[in-house]
Structures are given as structure tokens and as C-alpha cells.
């Protein structure tokens, strides 16, 4: 039975798209571009602002304006942060089963601190948190298995006692160094095409109320 449970934060905890795609279509509408829809957003909705700006503008790292867009993205994501980002179906309720049965569960995302905390306080969930584990808060991040390693110090339990939730690849790559069980949230961010069965996980859930089985195994 694992004995604490991580999640990564964007797509896996908390649907953030919604919120990410507004920032994203701010600074489209900037350049004169109009919106894109939230279906096209969704999948790259994990992979941060160079992700996104790679989406909706085409827009790389060496681009003369990029550092300009990139600002104005995340002004705008930090000023509307938590507008219309909620939890995932059934992951209140997955915590407060966690909770119930003194299981303790944290955060480990590559998401900047200055974000991380915001948001988690904007929903409440902040302080019920073990740990908070930022894309910032180690030297190096997801797929490195530092955060995890990090994450599972914080809370005192063995990394081979903890679960590690996520939507992406590099999720459960951290997860297979750190020696966690990886789990796939497959109702997240996901790319139609990506073959999950390629991944180094130990299964998937179709919904967060789902790990529970995982947990209890």
C-alpha cells in the first residue's frame, strides 16, 4: 500500500487550461491574431509558456520579440490566475479520502513558485498540502527525479512508498528514476497521439477518484 501520494499540478490536479489559454490568447490578440480555441490549447497545456507560445504564435526562445510575448503571457496568467481553473471531477474528493485515512499528498510541478502558491492558496488547498514542490525549488526539475526525491523528504516517507500522479512523460520518467510508483492521469493534458503504453508507468486512471485502487493495492 503506498503510504503518500504526489501529483504533478497542471492537467493532473487542477484544470489550468482554461486559464493558461486566456493568457495565451491575450497575447495572440495582441499581434493581431484571433483566439484559439480551448480543445486546441488543452493538450500543450502542461508544457508552460514556451509551450504554449510555440502554439499559438510560433514563437522560439531566440525570437527578437519573444522575451516581450513570453512577459506579457505571464502578466497576464498571474493577474488571472485562478479565474476559471478548477479542480479535476473527483479530485476533492480523492484528497479528502487521502485525508480521512491520514495519507499524507503533495504537489511536485514544474510550475514557477511565484504561480505554484498563488494557485494552491486560490483553491484552498495550499495549506493542506504535505509539501509544495515548485519547477524552481531544485536545482533541477521533472524528469529529473530530484523533486520527487525532494518531495518525498519533505514528507518523511521512502520514495518507493509514494505515488506519483501525472500527465506527461516526463511525469512518469521523474517518477521511474526516483523509484516511485508512476501513474498516468489520463483524463489530463494528454496529446491524442501520445502512446502511453510507451511510458514507464505502473497504470492509468480515467479519473482521480480512480488512484484509490493504486493506493489500496
Not at 502578466?75 to 485525508?99: G, N
Request: charged share 20%.
Amino acid at each position: 500500500m503506498s503510504q503518500a501520494v504526489l501529483f504533478d499540478l497542471d492537467g493532473t490536479f487542477a484544470d489550468t487550461a482554461p486559464d493558461l489559454g486566456a493568457a495565451l490568447n491575450h497575447v495572440r490578440a495582441l499581434h493581431g491574431r484571433p483566439p484559439l480555441p480551448i480543445a486546441t490549447i488543452r493538450p500543450q497545456a502542461s508544457h508552460g509558456s514556451r509551450g504554449l507560445l510555440k502554439l499559438g504564435l510560433d514563437a522560439e526562445p531566440e525570437d527578437a520579440n519573444y522575451d516581450a510575448m513570453r512577459d506579457a503571457f505571464l502578466q497576464h496568467y498571474e493577474e488571472h490566475i485562478c479565474d476559471r481553473t478548477v479542480l479535476f471531477p473527483s479530485m476533492a474528493a480523492l484528497v479528502s479520502e487521502l485525508e480521512r485515512h491520514e495519507i499524507p499528498w503533495g504537489i511536485v510541478t514544474n510550475k514557477p513558485h511565484r504561480y505554484t502558491v498563488p494557485l494552491m492558496e486560490r483553491l484552498g488547498y495550499a495549506k493542506r498540502a504535505a509539501c509544495l514542490v515548485s519547477g524552481d525549488t531544485c536545482a533541477r526539475a521533472k524528469p529529473h527525479p530530484m523533486p520527487l526525491l525532494h518531495a518525498a523528504e519533505l514528507i518523511g516517507i521512502a520514495p518507493e512508498r509514494c505515488l506519483y500522479l501525472g500527465d506527461d512523460l516526463r511525469d512518469m520518467e521523474a517518477a521511474q528514476a526516483a523509484g516511485m510508483t508512476g501513474i498516468i492521469a489520463a483524463y489530463g493534458y494528454i496529446d491524442p497521439q501520445a502512446d502511453l503504453g510507451s511510458w514507464p508507468s505502473s497504470g492509468s486512471v480515467p479519473t482521480p477518484l480512480a488512484l484509490l485502487r493504486y493506493i489500496q493495492s
